[in-house]
């Protein structure tokens, strides 16, 4: 793969030359000493391999180009073609507003539950359109885009400022493979924002206290339901909410594996779940209980609902677990901590916590990564 240091290495040649990267983006060096992105592709109904333009290095770095290139392959897996996409708005009346671009953007999230669909539009018209919404994309610059995350920022509203420059970003980097910018400005502003202070939440973190701690789970009197949340919990450290609202639907026991779609998860991608041997027991017997119902587990107060977001840590504290001791989101931190210790890879494991990096492979490219050696450490777990 490439890094800037090589990239700088690369000297013109008599003839064009390209140098690969990842995932079909490559760097084109002319005779002339430019420097330019293309991603080889695959046409989607013809087959036919072309490449697509993602501008030039440095005014696109590398990152920017990943970015670009994740983006474009997203709309393939659409059925989109990315050049098709580009000639498309311009036939549209070029109307490259950031606005309009978003509005395209938003359309695209179909795997979005309501609830985020509607967070994001409201985002946008309170925080982004007043001030950009009218401008063309290609014309912003990162200064207009400080001034712009400044507003909340100075209002103290910290994670609504970087949940404007996460969204900006994504319709940014959306527009450069359709044509309409060529670059995100967002991604010249890593660092310049204040950032909301991270809450560490309770977690056993030694075997000796794990161990004590499945020993009561095992013992515990309550919901068989809960119950089987607390083991899952456990096995899975998966983010309670994503914990509760997992429904049988998502579950492929054939394979092992859980699916968690991009619209209930916190980094808005896909997550794969390897179960192990323990946990298929666990939802084997689950499902004799709730197998007929939609969640793996109800509300007990029926409604249709899946079980309350305090039903867990309520199960630690009638163990003897209070909130300074153990907490639902603590399982994630107890299997960081002891994977780690145990010497396992550290990417495996931040894959399979799900805490993508912002420059990483995005969407259904890189929920898969690494999936058959988190399928060995998952078991071993």
């Known amino acids: 793969m490439l890094n800037d240091a090589r990239i700088r290495t690369l000297k013109p040649r008599p003839s064009v030359y390209r140098v690969a990267d990842r995932d079909g983006l490559c760097l084109e060096i002319r005779p002339t000493g430019a420097r330019l992105w293309r991603m080889r592709y695959r046409k989607p109904v013809t087959g036919k391999p072309t490449m697509l333009a993602l501008g030039e290095y440095p005014r696109v770095g590398l990152q920017e180009a990943r970015r670009a290139c994740s983006d474009a392959r997203a709309l393939l897996a659409?059925?989109?073609?990315?050049?098709?996409?580009?000639?498309?708005?311009?036939?549209a009346g070029g109307d490259d507003s950031f606005r309009t671009v978003a509005a395209e953007w938003l359309e695209k999230r179909a795997d979005w539950s309501p609830a985020t669909l509607a967070k994001a539009k409201a985002l946008l018209a309170t925080w982004?359109?007043?001030?950009?919404?009218k401008r063309a994309m290609r014309d912003i610059t990162p200064t207009d885009m400080l001034h712009l995350l400044r507003r909340p920022e100075t209002q103290g509203k910290i994670e609504t400022a970087q949940r404007l420059k996460q969204r900006c970003g994504q319709i940014f980097r959306y527009g450069i493979p359709t044509g309409r910018c060529e670059r995100d400005p967002t991604a010249d502003l890593r660092g310049v924002l204040r950032t909301v202070k991270t809450q560490h939440r309770a977690a056993i973190k030694d075997r000796r206290g794990v161990g004590e701690l499945m020993r009561s789970i095992d013992a515990y009197g309550g919901s068989y339901v809960t119950q089987c949340a607390l083991k899952l919990?456990?096995?899975?450290?998966?983010?309670?909410?994503e914990l509760r609202h997992a429904e049988w639907s998502e579950l492929d026991i054939e394979s092992a594996q859980w699916h968690i779609p991009a619209a209930k998860?916190?980094?808005?991608?896909?997550?794969?779940?390897?179960?192990?041997?323990q946990a298929l027991a666990i939802i084997e017997d689950l499902r004799a209980v709730t197998g007929n119902r939609r969640w793996l587990f109800p509300s007990s107060r029926?409604?249709?609902?899946?079980?309350?977001?305090?039903?867990?840590?309520?199960?630690l504290k009638a163990m003897g677990y209070d909130g300074s001791t153990m907490v639902?989101?603590?399982?994630?931190?107890t299997a960081s901590t002891l994977l780690n210790e145990a010497g396992w890879?550290?990417?495996?494991?931040?894959?399979?916590?799900?805490?993508a990096e912002p420059n990483?492979?995005?969407?259904?490219?890189?929920y898969a990564q690494w999936l058959p050696d988190r399928r060995r450490m998952m078991q071993a777990w």
């Open 128 to 133: 982004a359109y007043p001030w950009i919404g």
């Open 302 to 315: 029926g409604g249709g609902r899946p079980m309350s977001e305090n039903t867990v840590n309520m199960a």
């Open 78 to 91: 659409d059925g989109t073609d990315p050049a098709d996409a580009r000639r498309t708005a311009a036939a």
């Open 345 to 355: 890879n550290p990417d495996w494991i931040e894959r399979q916590l799900a805490h």
């Open 328 to 333: 639902a989101h603590g399982f994630r931190s």
């Open 360 to 366: 990483a492979i995005r969407g259904a490219y890189n």
């Open 233 to 241: 919990s456990a096995l899975t450290f998966v983010r309670p909410g």
């Open 265 to 277: 998860m916190k980094m808005g991608e896909p997550h794969i779940v390897p179960l192990a041997s």
